[in-house]
């Protein structure tokens, strides 16, 4: 059962510290913590559907206080409130057909809504032409940062319309090789580590994967938490157990009918996206499974279809929000623009467990 947080933010209104010279951001106190960023964020924003001990919500509160966290983020909303109206432009390849690119442009929305700054969002089609002419639209309205996002995460070559502006440019998943400005992608091998790791707790040895389109770096990273995983349990890696796919119901589908097919059929199946997991419940549906007892499945990125699976699906939570929650902060900072390298920032994919998963028949949770 996913537990829901107490709202206790009301308990940091009236503890603040004294000034300090540098302002506390989000990384201060996971760092305080011992957690990640996306973990603090989830709890001070009160986030639904995350499963969270009570231990490591009071433990980010608890750093939260010692810090004057909220006292912080009091002051530089006071301190902006003067330029209300700033304008950040949001640059991104495709907009209408992926919901993280929404999840993103919602949570850096409202973290700088305190503040009364706006986010003006334009999708590009990955037509350099229309990038560059958005770019220069954006400046020419005065934007004070730049914000540019592709939907797969990857590497790229910065854009030349971006190489000589005078205000902040971060990257929202994706980056570039000379690290030469902040970046933030979702941490995707622990994210498939830590869906594998989950079946393996419940008893599962033989598990499956249906990954999706493997050029991908997202695809290519989930299969490397899948078999670090494995390899952390001791439990050899079988490659056919390995079955590609593209990120739709129908490669789910089809996949999961040919593991079905297999002499040694596995006892539980990791989806590597929640639209593949549709098609795979179908199928064992359709060949007389029942989900969880006879079959457990993980999917991965939280879609809103996940919550709506019979049964509900145990799944991982694309952290765009938070990432857009971090390019706010990042645009807070006093950073300098001289920095000639930024590391890039990797934020977490929560396991959301839901009813999809149970141990296998005979077998007991480890």
């Keep these: 059962m996913v537990t829901r947080q107490k709202d206790n933010s009301s308990d940091l209104v009236h503890r603040r510290k004294p000034e300090t010279a540098r302002r506390v951001t989000m990384t201060d106190v996971a760092r305080e913590a011992g957690c990640s960023q996306a973990t603090v964020s989830f709890v001070l924003n009160n986030a639904s559907g995350i499963r969270l001990s009570e231990e490591t919500r009071r433990r980010v509160f608890d750093a939260a206080r010692r810090l004057g966290y909220d006292g912080h983020v009091a002051r530089a909303a006071q301190a902006v409130r003067a330029q209300r109206g700033r304008r950040i432009g949001f640059v991104v390849d495709q907009l209408a057909t992926s919901p993280e690119a929404v999840q993103a442009v919602e949570g850096l929305s409202q973290a700088v809504q305190a503040a009364g700054d706006l986010v003006f969002v334009a999708q590009s089609r990955t037509d350099a032409r229309i990038e560059a002419e958005l770019i220069a639209s954006f400046v020419e309205q005065g934007a004070v940062a730049l914000v540019y996002m592709t939907i797969f995460t990857r590497e790229i070559e910065l854009p030349k319309a971006l190489l000589d502006l005078d205000i902040p440019v971060l990257l929202l998943n994706c980056y570039t090789t000379d690290q030469s400005r902040p970046a933030v992608v979702p941490s995707e091998i622990a994210g498939g580590q830590r869906a594998t790791q989950h079946l393996i707790s419940k008893g599962h040895r033989r598990i499956a994967t249906i990954t999706g389109e493997i050029w991908m770096e997202a695809a290519q990273d989930r299969l490397k938490g899948y078999r670090r995983a494995l390899s952390t349990a001791d439990i050899p890696f079988d490659e056919d157990l390995v079955f590609n796919g593209d990120w739709s119901a129908s490669a789910g589908y089809e996949a999961t009918r040919k593991i079905l097919a297999l002499?040694?059929?596995?006892?539980?199946?990791?989806?590597q996206n929640d639209r593949m997991s549709i098609g795979c419940y179908e199928a064992l549906k359709e060949a007389g499974y029942e989900i969880p007892r006879d079959m457990s499945v993980v999917g991965y990125d939280d879609e809103e279809i996940a919550r709506h699976l019979h049964p509900r699906l145990t799944t991982s939570v694309l952290p765009h929000r938070a990432m857009g929650q971090w390019i706010a902060e990042q645009l807070a900072e006093h950073w300098s623009a001289d920095q000639?390298?930024?590391?890039?920032?990797?934020?977490?994919?929560p396991l959301v467990e839901r009813l999809s998963v149970t141990s296998p028949r005979g077998e007991l949770p480890l």
Excluded: N
């Design 263 to 271: 002499q040694d059929i596995p006892t539980a199946i990791f989806c």
């Design 340 to 349: 000639q390298r930024y590391a890039i920032v990797k934020l977490e994919c």
